[in-house]
């Protein structure tokens, strides 16, 4: 069983930046492609970013492009997301997954998906 724990999400001004945390733990992490994925209220659960199990290769949602960057340090089984220029409709709960990939540079972009998810962190950005 990976069990997994956001961190860093607050309250944050427009414009500004918050950096999301993953900690991961139960197997081993590099093995696993990380998604990261957001709810606003009302609305379903979007993608956001993946990153592959090496970290090479990154996708994201039109929406965070050029805004937002995933990153990984598979030495301390750390998943980071990077949110520069928030704007409020960026304010959701943010939420990493987990998917075991055989291929390490694969990256997949739904939430059925992923195997494994962490509980949720809140960001909310105020004008």
């Known amino acids: 069983q990976v069990h997994l724990v956001e961190s860093g999400g607050g309250l944050v001004q427009a414009g500004g930046s918050l950096r999301l945390s993953c900690a991961a733990s139960g197997r081993t992490f590099s093995s696993y492609t990380m998604g990261w994925f957001r709810q606003a209220p009302g609305k379903a659960r979007e993608f956001v970013a993946t990153i592959s199990g090496s970290g090479a290769n990154t996708y994201y949602a039109d929406s965070v492009k050029g805004r937002f960057t995933a990153s990984r340090d598979n030495a301390k089984e750390m998943g980071y997301l990077q949110m520069n220029s928030l704007r409020l409709e960026d304010t959701a709960v943010y939420y990493c997954?987990?998917?075991?990939?055989?291929?390490?540079?694969?990256?997949?972009?739904?939430?059925?998906?992923?195997?494994?998810w962490g509980q949720g962190t809140q960001v909310t950005v105020s004008s």
């Open positions: 997954a987990l998917r075991f990939s055989v291929a390490i540079g694969a990256t997949f972009h739904t939430a059925d998906e992923y195997n494994f």
